[in-house]
Structure formats: C-alpha cells, structure tokens
C-alpha cells in the first residue's frame, strides 16, 4: 500500500496559517488605531473631547477587528484540530498495516 501526501493534513496546516494570518491582521489595526489616538490627544481635556467625539464607525471598526481576531483564533484552532487528526489516522493507518 503506497500513501502519498496527505491532503487533509495539509489542509489543516493551510487552515491554521490562514487564521494566524487574520489575527495578525486584526491585531495590526486594532494597534494602529490605537497609536493615532494616543498620538493626538495632549491632555487629559483633549483627551475626553477626544472620546466624546468618537463615532460610530470607529467604534464599529474596533469591533469589527475584534470579531475578527476571535474567528482567527477559531480557525486556528479548527486547522491544528485537522491536522492532529489527520496526523493520527495516518499513524493508524501505518500501524495497521506495518
């Protein structure tokens, strides 16, 4: 019996990449945004007009980014969960016939 390459464990690596690759992105943003707003307040008065005019769509960004790295730590989680299994039927599949 020939096995040769094993997609699914491939798939889960993919997998796994790709939703480290989401959270780094979320997080870039969610830290970028962050450095603007410390950059343009000076004192604690700038500070609080500086919250107070915050709109809704940033807000909705900063949320958005959230959710985002949630689901990258989902699909993180589900590509290490693919290949642990993957990896463990090909190791049955050896044992079986070795």
Do not use: C, P, W
């Not at 410390?38 to 008065?45: C, D, G, K, L, T």
């Not at 909705?60 to 299994?85: C, I, P």
């Amino acid at each position: 019996m020939e096995i040769s390459g094993n997609s699914a464990f491939y798939a889960g690596l993919s997998t796994l990449q790709a939703g480290q690759n989401r959270v780094d992105q979320a997080a870039g943003q969610i830290a970028s945004h962050s450095i603007e707003r410390s950059v343009s307040s000076q004192s604690s008065e700038a500070q609080i007009d500086r919250l107070q005019s915050v709109d809704r769509s940033q807000r909705s960004d900063l949320t958005s980014n959230l959710v985002e790295m949630d689901q990258g730590q989902s699909q993180v989680e589900l590509g290490a969960r693919v290949a642990k299994a993957s990896d463990e039927v090909l190791g049955t599949l050896i044992d079986t016939f070795a």
